[in-house]
T-cell receptor, first 112, second 114 residues
């Protein structure tokens, strides 16, 4: 079993829908949680960064962390075709340079 | 532009050959990471360098090696290439100390082994 599990999708939604992307993990020592967005043939780019449990909002994006359930989510409101990409969750135990552990990514397609 | 520069963008070579991938980190970043991304394995950590020294090793094959030079650029050497080495190779960089778990990725080098 992988340390971080993520449904590969693809997830297809109509424009304007609310999208929910999720990851589960097994390592209870993870404290830092990130979401990266990767467009086709491009490198991943950091979208959201959170520490410990709770919510963080940035524009149309909301990241949620539930450490008790070892479950994190990324919500995208009013989804746009430009949101079509692969979304990777990533986690680490500290912020001092230890390796990130990535999920396998969920491919999202937002149809006009 | 993320500030992390990778060359070449695309590379096609034959089995048994050797290639070198190059990475220049974002200005001010001391750590360089190499990742391999394939369809079936996702993003796999290969190796990390910090200010010229190897810091961490992941799933890097013995046929692969890397180094970080005094000017902080890094090279990933892949030798005795096999068909299964075809993948996207990403370099990422980060700052030192607090916040070092935030990686900035380059655009990647796409390697095709025929």
């Amino acid at each position: 079993q992988k340390e971080v599990e993520q449904d590969p999708g693809p997830l297809s939604v109509p424009e304007g829908a609310i999208v929910s992307l999720n990851c589960t993990y097994s390592n209870s020592a993870f404290q830092y949680f990130m979401w990266y967005r990767q467009y086709s043939r491009k490198g991943p780019e950091l979208l959201m960064y959170t520490y410990s449990s709770g919510n963080k909002e940035d524009g149309r994006f909301t990241a949620q962390v539930d450490k008790s359930s070892k479950y994190i989510s990324l919500f995208i409101r009013d989804s746009q075709p430009s949101d079509s990409a692969t979304y990777l969750c990533a986690m680490s135990e500290n912020n001092a340079g230890n390796m990130l552990t990535f999920g396998g990514g969920t491919r999202l397609m937002v149809k006009p | 532009d993320s500030g992390v520069t990778q060359t070449p963008k695309h590379l096609i070579t034959a089995t048994g050959q050797r290639v070198t991938l190059r990475c220049s980190p974002r200005s001010g970043d001391l750590s360089v990471y190499w990742y391999q991304q394939s369809l079936d394995q996702g993003l796999q950590f290969l190796i990390q360098y910090y200010n010229g020294e190897e810091r961490a090793k992941g799933n890097i094959l013995e046929r692969f090696s890397a180094q970080q030079f005094p000017d902080l650029h890094s090279e990933l050497n892949l030798s005795s290439l096999e068909l299964g080495d075809s993948a996207l190779y990403f370099c990422a960089s980060s700052v030192a100390g607090s916040g070092a778990n935030v990686l900035t990725f380059g655009a990647g080098s796409r390697l095709t082994v025929l």
